[in-house]
């Protein structure tokens, strides 16, 4: 393995990590999700100026209207769905909102053919169906911890439209293809913090130190460091692995979730998050419907 290889494998195992912890952060400040949505953007937005300024890339010559502009549209999406995603955990738990979550690809196939003109081939609608049938085993499923069927289909509700706005940001992203992703990330964090400047002015602030450094946590660690690990990983990584490593995030979510608050899927659940992300796999990593037969050969001829 490369000196590449190594460093954007660990970048992107540490940035999966990282993310995979976040939910229990935002539950454990006990703060309203917009209030943490805010100080995320706040203090993301330090970082990754300081982090852009010490790079050089704060340069007017990035700076074009239509780059801001993209990104400033991305940036509302991307607070849209944090927004709903953090509510969603409240709701359906971390576990099964992540899980949820992780059918934001198919949301991107279909507005990737819808703007960007891409194509969506039978194996693409296979693992598309897969991953519906897994939906449906997760909102079958009963609530757990005594949650309200209403409580827990809000969950689900919210973790896809999550889904939704990531995707449209991944688009928007798409188009801004040359510009410095720190640059864009910085633009992002700045217009959350500017969208829900108005709701810090009126909310009461945050009493506790154990608040205050669960926040700044959420803006440096999850936000501005998670940030520049997940890029740089992309920089180094071929796009399969950087499929393949991804999926350390929901594994990590789920395992927070049972050691943090004791939250254990059922056994539909599981079968319906499993399906999840074996079509999300097959997605990320193109895996063909002919990809079986291959390798039922290769292991025939191998034994």
């Known amino acids: 393995m490369n000196k590449d290889l190594r ?20 539950l454990m400040s006990g703060q309203p999700v917009a209030g943490v ?8 937005a330090v970082t990754l100026a300081i982090l852009a300024a010490a790079l050089g890339l704060i ?7 239509k780059v801001v502009g993209l990104s400033v549209l991305g940036g509302v999406a991307i607070v849209i769905n944090w927004l709903l995603l ?13 899980m949820v979550y992780n059918t934001q690809p198919f949301m991107l196939l279909g507005l990737g053919a819808l703007f960007l003109g891409e194509k969506i081939t039978p194996t693409k609608l296979f693992w598309l169906s897969v991953a519906f049938i897994g939906m449906l085993a997760i909102v079958s499923a009963k609530p757990a911890g005594g949650a309200g069927t209403g409580h827990y289909l809000a969950g689900i509700a919210l973790s896809l439209g999550a889904a939704f706005f990531y995707a ?16 864009i990330a910085l633009i992002q964090v700045l217009t959350g913090a500017a969208m829900l400047a108005p709701f810090a002015m009126t909310a009461p602030l945050p009493q506790s130190a154990i608040q205050w450094t669960l926040l700044i ?26 499929g393949a490593l991804s999926f350390i995030y929901p594994i ?27 079509a999300a796999a097959g997605t990320n990593l193109g895996w063909t419907l002919r990809s079986a037969p291959r390798i039922k050969q290769h292991a025939e001829r191998s034994a």
Do not use: N
């Open 252 to 278: 990590a979510a789920i395992l927070v979730d049972r050691i943090a608050f004791g939250h254990q899927l059922q056994p539909v659940q599981i079968l319906g998050s499993a399906a999840i992300l074996l």
């Open 37 to 44: 949505v805010f100080w995320r953007c706040v203090f993301g």
């Open 59 to 65: 340069d007017l010559r990035h700076l074009r209207p």
């Open 7 to 26: 460093r954007g494998s660990a970048e992107m195992t540490a940035a999966m990590l990282i993310s995979g912890t976040i939910g229990w952060f935002v």
């Open 217 to 242: 946590t959420i803006g440096v660690v999850h936000t501005g460091i998670m940030y520049i690990l997940l890029y740089g990983a992309i920089q180094r990584l071929p796009t399969h692995v950087t």
């Open 168 to 183: 449209i940001a991944a688009i928007v992203t798409k188009l801004l293809k040359g510009t410095p992703p720190q640059l």
């Open 86 to 98: 953090f509510e969603a955990y409240s709701h359906a738990s971390i576990s099964i909102a992540t």
